[in-house]
């Protein structure tokens, strides 16, 4: 079954370009077709720069929706932490884990206007749980999945269901995607938008049959014209 959640998408969210590394958001913004920017303490940490910092980078090349990860532990502390990162910049959406402090957090940020998104979902029934607390948006971790052996595009399959079955509108992230094909997987069974690291991004337009085919058209091309 082809799902026609893109359609139904806003245009803004389909694809995040999952970094805090500017240079790799500066060159992938040149495509057109980023539409926001996912980052985490992971990533933040590879660019070795506060937040802030990151965030007024990103803001003085892009406009669009920034997500960024609150690191509280404790549901109270998460919510002050998320109204304060909101309040760094327009357009900010709060990762937050779908464990029982992320899910509480949620629940009254999301009354708040603030955006949510539940992340680091590595089962159906925490995609259920953000779901219910109305989180705009939540991530399931595909890759990481896969990583330990398990499936990641089941776990992915299996949110869609419940989504669907229950009329839960959170819009479903396939985070944590390792090569092009799970992203294409992960499109083909439902997925409102990607979150692909430049890497990956990347891959969305590589072909070796492609380079041949270019290289191939230009010699026979010169060999007439030149
Ligand atoms: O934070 C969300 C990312 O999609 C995680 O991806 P990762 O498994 O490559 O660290």
Redesign the pocket.
């Known amino acids: 079954m082809l799902y026609l959640t893109w359609r139904n998408v806003k245009m803004e969210y389909r694809i995040f370009l999952?970094t805090a590394n500017i240079k790799e958001i500066e060159e992938a913004l040149k495509t057109g077709i980023v539409t926001g920017i996912?980052t985490?303490p992971?990533k933040m940490a590879k660019a070795g720069r506060t937040y802030e910092d990151v965030l007024k980078d990103i803001r003085s090349i892009f406009d669009g929706p920034v997500a960024v990860e609150a690191i509280s532990t404790k549901a109270e502390d998460i919510i002050n932490e998320a109204q304060e990162l909101s309040s760094m910049s327009e357009n900010i959406v709060i990762k937050i884990p779908a464990n029982i402090e992320g899910i509480k957090a949620i629940n009254k940020l999301v009354p708040m206007g603030v955006k949510t998104n539940a992340?680091l979902i590595f089962n159906p029934a925490q995609a259920l749980a953000a779901g219910l607390a109305n989180s705009p948006f939540i991530?399931p971790?595909i890759?990481?999945v896969n990583d330990i052996g398990h499936d990641g595009l089941t776990l992915f399959k299996q949110v869609r269901e419940i989504y669907d079955f229950y009329d839960i509108n959170s819009k479903v992230i396939a985070?944590?995607i390792k090569n092009c094909s799970e992203a294409i997987n992960a499109v083909l069974n439902g997925a409102d938008s990607l979150?692909l690291?430049y890497k990956v991004f990347n891959q969305l337009f590589e072909h070796p049959l492609t380079e041949i085919g270019i290289k191939n058209f230009t010699r026979d091309y010169d060999s007439i014209y030149k």
């Open positions: 999952d996912a985490n992971n992340t991530s971790f890759g990481r985070a944590s979150a690291t």
